[in-house]
């Protein structure tokens, strides 16, 4: 835990990738319950949400404004169906380890974001926007879908998926105009 | 007429009505689902209607990608959009700028 730590602090990039290392070996003991699950989903996309209200304040790139906006909705969308399923199931969703992490590391994200201006900004944005979604990705696939045990969540999680590999490519053209 | 007569007229009748069923526009799908236009890339002629259905979560657009020559706007989660082909275009989706199709006009 402490040597994780240590290496979230060294930069965004490997931030992002212990993320799914510590979610990964937390899956392991103790196991996420479905409403654990649930709540890892959305906080998820809240994240990224935050993550566009904070360009669309900064920024004045009319890729970044529009890449900021798809985020948006996109992971509103996703939300709006995550939210409607656990009501269904009479699932509540439920913070833990996993979560906590996800949004402590997101607020410090939001920070750095916070400090920085013009094309520093858009920048930093949008190589967070593609670390972040790869490893969304890989806590998808590798933790929230091999540990949901409702048919629906599982089958909403997967249905995600393709999205965020959407998003990712579209982050990474979006990036390419700031190399 | 004699009845030879009568005979030819009526095939003439029957193959002209023949050959307009088979002119008649048609109209073909394309899903918008996981991402992706469903086929993503469709052969149709001149005059025929394609229907886009929007199965995903969140919504999508249908937009010309040369010169924006023409776009459905926003396609609404479970809504669809539908346009008469008159030429051969690319198209993509400007709200998910990767997701790409193409109609061919034949
Ligand atoms: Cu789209």
Redesign the interface.
Known sequence: MKMIKMLASSSMITLALSVVFTATSLAQSPKLNDAEVASVAVTANQIDINYAAVAKIKSKNPDILKFAETMTNDHKAVIAQAVALVTKLKVTPKDNAVSKKLMADAEKTKKSLLSKSGKAFDRAYIDNEVAYHKAVISTVEGLLIPTAKNAELKALLEKVVPALKTHLSHAEMVQMNFK | MNKYGICFVLIAFLSASCSLTSEKPKVYTVEIK???FMPDDITVKQGDTVVWINR????HDVTEEGEKRWTSSLIP?GSSWKKEITSTANYYCS?????KGKIRVQ
Not at chain 2, 56 to 59: E, K, Q, T, V
């Open positions: 996981d991402m992706k995903d979560m969140m919504a989660p709200i998910h700028v990767v997701m």
